[in-house]
T-cell receptor
Framework: GAVVSQHPSRVICKSGTSVKIECRSL??????MFWYRQFPKKSLMLMAT?????????EQGVEKDKFLINHASLTLSTLTVTSAHPEDSSFYIC????????????FGPGTRLTVT | RKEVEQDPGPFNVPEGATVAFNCTYS??????FFWYRQDCRKEPKLLMS???SGNEDGRFTAQLNRASQYISLLIRDSKLSDSATYLC???????????FGKGTKLSVIP
């Protein structure tokens, strides 16, 4: 299957700082990537859809100025959590759809963010 | 009504047992259906797609009933390594957006 990487896998930052998470499709081009967040014992919640070369589409309740998404190339999307707060501590996962029409998505290994 | 509903479990079963998970979805326009597996503190991994005719992959069998908007996953001869959370996932026609159920936790006990 397709491979998606994420970096970093784990990050601890202080309240008020910004954190950038990278998502890369390693062996295919992804025109669309997705960013999810998962709190402990909860389901994955879609935060935004990242489209290459255009603005991201955010889900209701997700602040676009707080969660900045950039999808500058067909293999890279970044999520920046700005002015992080402890309640932003979560597991952030990206996914990319392999463009074969099957709509299967492949997930990155996730980034565990802890804001102190 | 939630878009994708699953019994959260946990299901605690002995090795070798057969276990079945059920899932219902509310959007009748859903066209693609999947079961993903998620291990603790890891990302979801695609287990299998679900087709109208039903499909089988080794010990795993998935069924889809469009009329009832119901999806199932059957695991035969459970292994310890099957312990995980199983996520029912659907998406509407022509869309890459996935809607996840909350998952059903399975623990296979020696």
């Amino acid at each position: 299957g397709a491979v998606v990487s994420q970096h970093p896998s784990r990050v601890i930052c202080k309240s008020g700082t910004s954190v950038k998470i990278e998502c890369r499709s390693l062996d295919f081009q992804a025109t669309t990537m997705f960013w999810y967040r998962q709190f402990p014992k909860k389901s994955l919640m879609l935060m935004a859809t990242s489209n290459e070369g255009s603005k991201a589409t955010y889900e209701q309740g997700v602040e676009k100025d707080k969660f900045l998404i950039n999808h500058a190339s067909l293999t890279l999307s970044t999520l920046t959590v700005t002015s992080a707060h402890p309640e932003d501590s979560s597991f952030y996962i990206c996914s990319a759809a392999e463009p074969r029409g099957s709509y299967e998505q492949y997930f990155g290994p996730g980034t565990r963010l802890t804001v102190t | 009504r939630k878009e994708v509903e699953q019994d959260p479990g946990p299901f605690n079963v002995p090795e070798g047992a057969t276990v079945a998970f059920n899932c219902t979805y509310s959007n009748s326009a859903s066209q693609s259906f999947f079961w993903y597996r998620q291990d603790c503190r890891k990302e979801p991994k695609l287990l299998m797609s679900v087709y109208s005719s039903g499909n089988e992959d080794g010990r795993f069998t998935a069924q889809l009933n469009r009329a009832s908007q119901y999806i199932s996953l059957l695991i035969r001869d459970s292994k310890l390594s099957d312990s995980a959370t199983y996520l029912c996932v659907v998406n509407p026609e022509g869309s890459y957006q996935l809607t996840f159920g909350k998952g059903t936790k399975l623990s296979v006990i020696p």
